[in-house]
């Protein structure tokens, strides 16, 4: 019989007084240094599985926007990349999303984990308190994340000058100084903040509702809960953001092949920009790609998470 990963609450009387979350505390019956691992696993495997879709999406954003080309589909922009670029050209870029996701991801869950913990007692069902403790966690997890994000999807450009990771950072530093790195960061919070809220809340609804339809084989089908909740969150929370992803495109790729460069890192000037190149439909560019990532990436990350959860608490079971 399979162990279960759902979280175990506790209760507390009115006269007893809830303890501080600490580093080395147990939830779950995992050590924190376990999350961190379970995260930076399930990061690495999400990004890595779904890069090609990842780089689709960045093309389509940067064209018909900063470029003075029409805007391109989905069909289109995967013929262009395999026809000038071959196979290899959908994995520019991977190398710098290897070293970000790891460690961005392993403090996205232990983050959310301690806040989850901390925020639901009392009210094991609070989609406030999950929604919360994800907000928590991208914020943490963005400042690892946006450095190799802006690296990652300068070299997925068409005929970026950029020969790898190492040269992307070094030319960087040299010309833009190390703020450049961080230009989108202010976007990509208020982006993810919003998504993040939707995606722990959607999935954690959904993951009791699924469990409740047949609670009875729960645990049997709990890798299946994991994915479906985890795309239905994956999904709603793409679509709900992306104007904001373009945004954040635009200001990373700024100033590289062509694209529009701006004097600040103002949302609302990239936004303008946008709309009075392409109208408000340019604010969508990438959607398709966008969801079609997060769906799938979202059920890989939550299920590969979980798994490695389960595998913890499993070890922690044996050494008592």
Partial sequence: MSI???????????????????????????????????GSIAGSVEHMAMFPIDTLKTRMQIFGGSLSVN????????GSILKLE?????????????????????????????????FTRGNPNSSAAYAFSGVCATVMSDAVITPMDMVKQRLQLE????????????????EEGVGAFYKSYKTTVVMNAPFTAVHFATYEAAKRGLSEVAPESASDERL????????VAGALAAAVTTPLDVVKTQLQCQGVCGCDRFSSSSIGDVIR?????????????????????????????WSTYEASKTFFQQLNDKDK
């Fill in 273 to 301: 920009s946008v709309v009075n190149k392409d109208g408000y439909r340019g604010l969508m560019r990438g959607w398709i790609p966008r969801m079609l990532f997060h769906a799938p990436a979202a059920a890989i990350c």
């Fill in 71 to 78: 805007p391109i589909g989905v069909r289109q922009a995967l």
């Fill in 159 to 174: 005929s970026s000058p950029y020969k790898g990771v190492g040269d992307c950072v070094r030319r960087v530093l040299v």
């Fill in 86 to 118: 071959g196979p290899a050209g959908l994995y520019r870029g991977i190398g710098a999303m290897g070293l970000g996701a790891g460690p961005a991801h392993a403090v996205y869950f232990s983050v959310y984990e301690l806040c989850k913990e901390y």
């Fill in 224 to 231: 299946v809960v994991h994915a479906t909740a985890g795309a």
């Fill in 4 to 38: 279960d990963a759902s979280p175990t609450f506790r209760t507390f009387s009115h006269s007893q007084q809830p303890e501080p979350v600490m580093l080395t505390s147990t939830h779950d019956g995992l050590e924190f240094w376990q999350y961190m691992i379970a």
